[in-house]
């Protein structure tokens, strides 16, 4: 079973967008209990969170990220999107979604590798 769902291109080229999306079997996104967030991994480093989206469709995002990112919902079908504007070879990474609940450990997706790359 996923619970979460990514899709998206897994090759973007540089100066593009990178764009994901993310579909919840796993509650609402518009339930308040929630929060969605994106995280990613670069290869040989640690994890990066990228930002994060509530139940109301507040958004948050890294002070190191919040010129080039976008993270919006579309509630007809229970889903949230990342978009990455302006990307280079430093933005390849492994891309998860998760969903956070206050006091619960996070619930992560199978994640999906994104190499920016001519």
């Known amino acids: 079973q996923v619970l979460l769902q990514e899709s998206g291109p897994g090759l973007v080229k540089p100066s593009q967008t990178l764009s994901l999306t993310c579909a919840s079997s796993?509650?609402?996104?518009?339930?308040?209990?929630?929060?969605w967030n994106w995280i990613r991994q670069p290869p040989g480093k640690g994890l990066e969170w990228m930002g994060s989206?509530?139940?109301?469709?507040?958004?948050t995002y890294s002070p190191s990220l919040k010129s080039r990112t976008s993270i919006s919902r579309d509630t007809s079908e229970n889903q949230f999107s990342l978009q990455l504007r302006s990307v280079t070879p430093e933005d390849t990474a492994v891309y998860y979604c998760?969903?956070?609940?206050?006091?619960?450990?996070?619930?992560w997706s199978q994640g999906t590798q994104v190499t920016v790359s001519t």
């Open positions: 989206i509530g139940s109301d469709g507040t958004t």
């Open positions: 998760t969903r956070q609940q206050y006091r619960v450990p996070f619930f």
């Open positions: 796993s509650g609402s996104i518009t339930n308040s209990n929630y929060a």
